[in-house]
């Protein structure tokens, strides 16, 4: 069935270091592609998002890149800062049909150490 | 412009009651999506709603049903709660066949005893 597997499950690093955070999708019908951000006790923010028809997207110190063939994506968090401690997850999601439900991987916790 | 808003923030039912959740989407959005999300664990779909009927379901049983009205806003409603049920219920509107994906809410810490 559908499933999105998400690696690692915990991150720590240094402020002012990269963070990735790895995903791979397996129904090749998927086109869209969001990160999400979850700070406790809050629902899910839209970070970032990519569609399959591009590679690469960035947005200040963010950027996802997508590999169609090989069902990866990724999340690349440049110059982190403690406030971007929290837990991610990526979905996937065949977007534009009757229903665009997402999947979602098991989640990353990032802690930045200031 | 509005965000997604859910009721209540917190709940705690007993095994076998049964509970409502709502939801108002956010303004301009015309689907509104549940999510079920146990602790630890990514959401997962539970059902979508678009024009007040349900148009896709995830694997979750019929004890789980839901509504949406002409505004947009939904219920989400769970009879026969189970101690599994027990986990952070989300709400997310979109735009039907474009947009730029889900707004989620806050969600509804439900907790069954």
């Known amino acids: 069935g559908e499933n999105v597997e998400q690696h690692p499950s915990t991150l720590s690093v240094q402020e002012g270091d990269s963070a990735v955070i790895k995903c791979t999708y397996s129904?090749?019908?998927?086109?869209?592609f969001p990160w999400y951000k979850q700070e406790l006790g809050k629902g899910p923010q839209l970070i970032i998002d990519i569609r399959s028809n591009v590679g690469e997207k960035k947005d200040q110190r963010i950027a996802v890149t997508l590999n169609k063939t090989a069902k990866h994506f990724s999340l690349h968090i440049t110059e982190t800062q403690p406030e971007d401690s929290a837990v991610y997850f990526c979905?996937?999601?065949?977007?534009?049909?009757?229903?665009?439900?997402?999947?979602f991987g098991t989640g990353t916790l990032l802690a930045v150490q200031p | 412009e509005t965000g997604v808003t859910q009721s209540p923030t917190h709940l705690i039912k007993t095994r076998g009651q049964q509970v409502t959740l709502r939801c108002s989407s956010q303004s301009g959005h015309n689907t509104v999506s549940w999510y079920q999300q146990a602790l630890g664990q990514g959401p997962q779909f539970i059902f979508q709603?678009?024009?007040?009927?349900?148009?896709g379901r995830g694997n979750f049983p019929p004890r789980f049903s839901g509504l949406q009205f002409p505004n947009y806003s939904s219920e989400l409603n769970v009879n026969a709660l189970e101690l599994d049920d027990s986990a952070l219920y989300l709400c997310a509107s979109s735009v039907q066949g474009g947009g730029r994906g889900y707004t989620f809410g806050s969600g509804t810490r439900l907790t069954v005893v």
């Open positions: 129904d090749s019908a998927s086109n869209y």
């Open positions: 979905a996937a999601a065949y977007y534009g049909g009757a229903t665009n439900k997402l999947i």
């Open positions: 709603y678009y024009r007040e009927e349900e148009n």
